[in-house]
């Protein structure tokens, strides 16, 4: 059986102890507000723990400052598993990690998402997708849903029912891929989701937009988390992960 972590606790404690201070909650404002950068970010890994996440410890690690990712032959994963951060459910927000990613291997930042039913530590929604070979980086795929919404250099809308209507261009992907750090290198992943809209940035530069008007499918809040796919070999890592919420 898989072991599955959970270090939520900590935080508790943590926010616990802030809502109580001096027998008010005015301690917990003030002290969030502290925790913000000047742009209005927080930072959701303390870079030693697992606090305020959950997953599978059997491929999960935190190591000098990072999470790290990574599957084996002799331990191959059944289904894509995912490092989910259990603060909340974002709904319109930005939010910004550094990656870096084995040349063979398949990542992504899930959000606005739902976990899937009889699969431990699964979910299912849009994502910022990642690879070691950038052949899919910056597009916008829905996972166990309608695949792929917005490749690298599109600008989309997404009707009901139907394909995805490419409205514009944001550049060639094969320019636009150019620009994207090769495995040996950290990149930044910036996804910018308000309403309907969502945009991927990799490195400052947008890599796909997509304007989701399909309302029986679209999603405005939900799960964030990272992903380890299924393959005989990867590792992934995530560093400076924060998030600023509207």
């Given at each position: 059986?898989?072991?599955?972590?959970?270090?939520?606790?900590?935080?508790?404690?943590?926010?616990?102890?802030?809502?109580?201070?001096?027998?008010?909650?005015?301690?917990?404002?003030?002290?969030?507000?502290?925790l913000k950068d000047k742009?209005?970010?927080?930072?959701?890994?303390?870079?030693?723990?697992?606090?305020?996440?959950?997953?599978?410890?059997?491929?999960?690690?935190?190591?000098?400052?990072?999470?790290?990712?990574?599957?084996?032959?002799?331990?191959?994963?059944?289904?894509?598993?995912?490092?989910?951060?259990?603060?909340?459910?974002?709904?319109?927000?930005?939010?910004?990690?550094?990656?870096?990613?084995?040349?063979?291997?398949?990542?992504?930042?899930?959000?606005?998402?739902?976990?899937?039913?009889?699969?431990?530590?699964?979910?299912?929604?849009?994502?910022?997708?990642?690879?070691?070979?950038?052949?899919?980086?910056?597009?916008?795929?829905?996972?166990?849903?309608?695949?792929?919404?917005?490749?690298?250099?599109?600008?989309?809308?997404?009707?009901?029912?139907?394909?995805?209507?490419?409205?514009?261009?944001?550049?060639?992907?094969?320019?636009?891929?150019?620009?994207?750090?090769?495995?040996?290198?950290?990149?930044?992943?910036?996804?910018?989701?308000?309403?309907?809209?969502?945009?991927?940035?990799?490195?400052?530069?947008?890599?796909?937009?997509?304007?989701?008007?399909?309302?029986?499918?679209?999603?405005?809040?939900?799960?964030?988390?990272?992903?380890?796919?299924?393959?005989?070999?990867?590792?992934?890592?995530?560093?400076?992960?924060?998030?600023?919420?509207?």
């Amino acid at each position: 059986m898989k072991k599955l972590f959970n270090f939520l606790a900590p935080a508790f404690i943590l926010f616990f102890a802030l809502s109580c201070n001096n027998g008010s909650g005015s301690g917990s404002a003030s002290d969030s507000a502290s925790l913000k950068d000047k742009d209005g970010f927080v930072q959701l890994f303390d870079g030693r723990t697992f606090a305020g996440w959950q997953g599978d410890t059997a491929y999960w690690r935190v190591d000098n400052g990072t999470f790290i990712g990574e599957e084996h032959p002799d331990k191959e994963l059944k289904a894509n598993t995912f490092l989910i951060w259990r603060g909340g459910t974002p709904g319109d927000f930005e939010f910004k990690a550094e990656y870096r990613i084995s040349g063979g291997g398949n990542s992504g930042v899930q959000y606005r998402s739902e976990e899937v039913p009889g699969v431990p530590l699964g979910l299912k929604g849009y994502q910022a997708d990642i690879d070691g070979a950038n052949q899919y980086t910056g597009q916008n795929y829905e996972e166990r849903g309608r695949g792929f919404l917005a490749m690298r250099g599109q600008k989309v809308v997404l009707p009901p029912n139907a394909k995805p209507v490419v409205t514009d261009s944001l550049g060639n992907s094969d320019s636009l891929k150019r620009l994207i750090k090769d495995s040996t290198q950290w990149n930044e992943v910036d996804i910018i989701a308000k309403g309907n809209h969502m945009q991927h940035y990799i490195n400052g530069v947008l890599m796909s937009e997509a304007t989701d008007n399909d309302t029986a499918a679209r999603k405005f809040t939900g799960l964030i988390g990272l992903q380890l796919h299924v393959m005989p070999y990867m590792k992934v890592e995530y560093r400076n992960i924060r998030l600023k919420q509207d």
